[in-house]
């Protein structure tokens, strides 16, 4: 028998996100008020939303102009989410943003609205911002939080 896996419903996702706004950047943490990263605030919300974390995240680069032949964090988010055409994400999808031309995926946010986005930035925290032409064109993977 094969399994459809379900997605969360995207207000919890949203509702989830959007509590953790006005925290505080802190690479590679991810404590609601207290910091986090762009990656510790997906974490956090998969936590408040899906429950325990099922593995370990090893450290990693804040290089935005990293280059390689892995996507590791899109690999990563392969293992535990639902992936869809980054065309089809809508609010409550968790995209991943290539920054740089030829570099690898390396930032997050969660769309709370069709042209909103709420992500961790250096020296600003979790905000919530709209999703300009710039940012869109930079989306590289899309994917959804799987109902437990």
Known sequence: MIRVQTAVDPDRIIAAARGWLGTPYHDQASLKGV???????????WREVVGDEPFP???YSRDWRETGSREVLTEGARRMMIEIDPRDAMP??????RM??????????????????IHAYE???????????????RI???FLFPDS
């Open 35 to 45: 910091g986090c990263d762009c990656l510790g605030l997906a974490r956090g919300v």
């Open 57 to 59: 995240i090893p450290p």
């Open 92 to 97: 409550g999808a968790l995209v991943l943003f």
């Open 100 to 117: 740089r031309t030829g570099a690898i995926a390396k930032h997050v946010g969660i769309l709370t609205a069709p042209c909103r986005f």
């Open 123 to 137: 020296r600003l925290g979790v905000i919530e911002e709209p999703l300009t032409q710039a940012w869109r064109r």
């Open 140 to 142: 590289a993977f899309a």
